[in-house]
């Protein structure tokens, strides 16, 4: 079985193994509700914002002072990298399987790279959130970076772009934004691929007791 995982799937393997397995090994999705647009729109224009400062080679104001190292400069690397199609890859032959990743940005210090993410809500984020979401993606954004061989910091960044503090008149409207820094873990995230991809190999877990897709798909399946 060919396995290609990302930063995405994980997130789900570790909601629910069960739910993971049945999407990978019986192509049974979890339902989907109307999805938000917005938020692709905000993380097309914000890497348009942050180019441009690139360009400049500076900082963009929201973050200046806030982190450390400058801009990732090789803006064609980079655009492969921020591609889905291309993006970060990692072929683990041990496993026989690959993770891939897009990512946000970049940050260079004294020769090591700092994972950049942005992220869009309608509230203040909280440091415990955002450990406790997206700790697992950051950790899978320097390892795909150290085995592209690359040298990591033990840390990377979200750029929170949430919730509007006013509209001009020019129909501008300006958000507030705040940098989180959180501590990295490759080794964390070469474990939990590991472990992932064991499981797809495997029987079909146990039903997730707090999962309400796994009861969801069984009510569905006892009326089928």
């Known amino acids: 079985m060919k396995i290609q995982l990302s930063p995405s799937t994980l997130s789900l393997y570790k909601e629910c193994p069960r739910c993971f397995w049945l999407r990978f090994n019986e ?3 979890r339902p989907r509700g109307i999805f938000p647009t917005l938020p692709g729109g905000m993380d097309a224009v914000i890497k348009v914002y942050f180019d441009k400062y690139r360009e400049k080679g500076s900082l963009p104001p929201d973050i200046d002072g806030k982190v450390v190292g400058s ?11 921020r591609d889905w199609r291309t993006g970060l890859r990692f072929y683990d032959k041990d496993n026989e399987a690959l993770l891939r990743g897009a990512l946000d940005d970049c940050l260079v210090d004294d020769g090591h790279l700092i ?4 992220k869009t809500r309608g509230y203040a984020p909280s440091a415990d959130d955002s450990k406790k979401y997206y700790s697992a993606q950051l950790n899978c954004y320097s390892l795909l970076l150290l085995e592209n061989g690359y040298k990591v910091r ?4 979200l ?3 949430y919730y509007p503090l006013l509209v001009n008149e020019s129909g501008i409207v300006q958000f507030k934004v705040e940098t989180i820094r959180l501590d990295t873990d490759p080794e964390n995230a070469r474990q939990m691929f590991k472990n992932a991809v064991d499981l797809l190999r495997s029987p079909l877990p146990e039903k997730h007791s707090s999962c309400e897709y796994c009861g969801w798909l069984e009510n569905f399946m006892d009326e089928s």
């Open 159 to 161: 750029v929170y772009y």
């Open 27 to 29: 192509k049974i999705h």
């Open 154 to 157: 033990d840390f990377a960044y």
């Open 115 to 118: 994972p950049v993410d942005y």
């Open 71 to 81: 801009l990732f400069s090789d803006t064609t690397l980079l655009a492969e990298w």
